[in-house]
């Protein structure tokens, strides 16, 4: 069983940064990949970025792509999520999810654990 820890939320202007990362608690995930969902009020959950379990492979939604950068470090057990020119319509809840695969998993249904989600809300 791997839970997952989410930290970094908080309030930010449009335009601005924030840096979200996702720990286990009670394991390691080397060898697990891991990826960040969204979900905002009303919405469906949404896939925003995923990275295998070596880091070599990411993948990101159409909506954060050029904007987001997820990354991991496996030495500190650590997955971040670098959410850039962040805009109005990126206020959800983010979760971080993972799977032991090597390959990286896009969809939240295939996820095997998950966190309990961090708040980011981004003001116009």
């Known amino acids: 069983q791997v839970q997952l820890v989410e930290s970094g939320g908080g309030l930010v202007q449009a335009g601005g940064s924030l840096s979200l990362s996702c720990v286990p608690i009670?394991?390691?995930?080397?060898?697990?990949?891991v990826s960040w969902f969204r979900q905002a009020p009303g919405k469906e959950r949404e896939f925003v970025a995923g990275?295998?379990?070596?880091?070599?492979?990411?993948d990101y939604g159409d909506s954060v792509n050029g904007r987001f950068t997820i990354s991991r470090d496996n030495a500190k057990n650590t997955v971040y999520l670098q959410m850039n020119n962040l805009k109005p319509e990126d206020t959800a809840v983010y979760y971080c999810?993972?799977?032991?695969?090597?390959?990286?998993?896009?969809?939240?249904?295939?996820?095997?654990?998950w966190g309990k989600g961090t708040l980011v809300t981004v003001s116009s």
């Open positions: 999810a993972a799977r032991e695969t090597h390959m990286v998993v896009t969809s939240a249904g295939a996820m095997d654990y």
């Open positions: 009670t394991s390691t995930f080397s060898s697990y990949a």
């Open positions: 990275i295998n379990w070596s880091g070599s492979i990411t």
